[in-house]
């Protein structure tokens, strides 16, 4: 006899048995048992052609039969047979663990993770019903996104607000051409449901916030940083600690790449490591530094590996270890990270058990409270500046880029003096000259006019916008970078 365990949704068909006892040499031969004992019950296991339902599996004590020979599999005495009717790929609601399983679809698709033994079917449906938050839909987010996609994590929840501009193709290649101006989130969306139908993905259309933060995150087993800026990364991290969720970090900029696990069992946070975030303006951001269009996905893909291991529960994360990438060098380097006992938010003692105000402990004001040393006459149109050439006024126009901006474009008779160098070139300049600095966007030129005014200077003007802005209302020829 073989024991036959009845599944709860298959019940109401056997007469609310939840076991049937069957006498049958062969998987197939049980099954066809267990439908003449109950008719009702043939059309949920078997087609009109008297196929086993796809999404029907079976297994033999703890066996998934179809790794082996399918429904022929013979049967000893005391058997047991589970049938486990799969949930379709997307369900809303997740499904419970034993419920959880793969359609033959899903079979094929990860095959090759199938016959993996670290990954295995054990393993897929782990990663089925895995829950994952990415926080940003830009360079990280986007190999995370197609990768997570890809091995077939159950759910995906992504956070941002931002839309595609022409200037983040050189790397986040989650988005295309066609795709500017779209909302990240739903260009994002559409590759990857397109790369696996079988994913939900939960959009959230806003910034990470003190406010929301903890509701939106505490849903997901796992937090994946893809932002690129101190505030959030702070806020991230003391969520992450609070709600005992590991925190996969990564950061990019030029050509060198960081990425570690934080908040994940024992281990560090990111407030061990960086218990103060650096001062305002002292880190430039990929947007002023630049960044590698390669770079991203290097760092994104390592986040990603981690993120399926702490899934499986194999191999070793980088938890309390920051691994370091200089693409220039093609070098890898990593160094030890300890839990810091005294850490304010994962210490012994913490001294932030909620989140704070994170745009201020980065020392970000509104720019309402900000105090510019320059006020806001010592601004001047880039229209105006354009007719102080035209006229052949005498004026001096500085422009405090770096040389590589230089070469991309310029406004014709500046003079180049890199914002840093200004202070070794001030004797270069006369002090009752009549003096317009400007940059890209025009936040470097303000902390010239600054400076320059400090040191005497008396008529310093900021050109507003910066050369974006010349671009916009002076000189369209003029590219934007
Ligand atoms: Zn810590």
């Known amino acids: 006899m073989a024991k036959i365990l009845i599944p709860t949704a298959l019940r109401q068909f056997t007469g609310q048995h939840d076991a049937v006892e069957v006498t049958a040499g062969t998987v197939s031969e049980a099954l066809h048992a267990l439908t003449e004992k109950f008719p009702d019950v043939r059309k949920n296991l078997f087609s009109d052609q008297g196929k086993l339902r796809s999404f029907v599996n079976v297994y033999v004590n703890d066996e998934d039969i179809r790794y082996l020979e399918k429904d022929a599999t013979k049967l000893k005495g005391d058997d047991t047979l589970s049938i486990v009717p799969s ?227 194999e191999g070793t994360t980088l938890k309390g270890r920051l691994l370091l990438y200089d693409a220039m060098n093609m070098a890898f380097r990593e160094l030890k990270l300890r839990r810091d006992t005294a850490c304010p938010v994962c210490g012994d003692h913490p001294t932030v058990t909620k989140l704070i105000d994170y745009q201020a402990f980065c020392g970000i004001h509104p720019p309402a409270t900000a105090a510019p040393v320059a006020a806001s006459a010592d601004v001047i149109d880039p229209v105006d500046v354009k007719k102080k050439l035209d006229r052949g006024d005498d004026f001096v126009l500085v422009d405090v880029r770096e040389p590589y901006e230089d070469q991309i474009c310029r406004i014709p008779g500046g003079k180049l003096i890199p914002l840093g160098e200004l202070p070794k070139h001030l004797n270069e300049l006369d002090r009752n000259a009549y003096i317009v600095a400007y940059c890209r966007s025009g936040a470097r030129s303000h902390k010239a006019v600054n400076l320059l005014k400090q040191n005497g200077f008396k008529n310093v003007r900021n050109m507003t916008g910066g050369i974006l802005a010349w671009s916009d209302k002076v000189d369209p020829t003029v590219p934007k970078y």
């Open 87 to 313: 949930i379709a790929g997307g369900s809303t609601s997740v499904a419970d663990a034993e419920e959880v399983a793969l359609s033959n679809e899903e079979v094929m698709r990860y095959s090759r993770h199938l016959i993996l033994p670290e990954v295995g079917m054990g393993g897929q449906l782990k990663l089925k019903k895995a829950k994952i938050i990415l926080i940003g839909a830009g360079g990280l987010g986007a190999p995370l996104g197609l990768y997570l996609a890809a091995v077939g994590v159950g759910r995906v929840g992504i956070v941002d607000f931002d839309v595609v501009d022409v200037s983040n193709l050189q790397r986040q290649v989650i988005h295309g051409t066609g795709d500017l101006g779209r909302k990240k989130l739903d260009s994002a969306a559409d590759k990857m449901q397109d790369i696996n139908p079988h994913l939900q993905i939960d959009k959230y259309d806003v910034a990470l916030t003190s406010e929301n933060a903890l509701e939106i995150l505490s849903d997901y087993d796992i937090v994946i940083d893809g932002t690129d800026n101190f505030p959030t990364r702070y806020l991230v991290n003391d969520a992450c600690v609070l709600l005992k969720k590991p925190n996969i970090y990564g950061s990019i900029y030029r050509f060198e790449g960081q990425a570690t696990v934080f908040a994940y069992e024992d281990g560090p946070c990111y407030r061990c490591l960086y218990p103060e975030p650096p001062p305002p303006g002292l880190v430039p951001s990929c947007a002023e530094g630049g960044v590698l269009g390669i770079l991203p996905g290097m760092i994104g893909i390592i986040q990603a590996t981690e993120a399926v291991k702490i899934i499986l529960g």
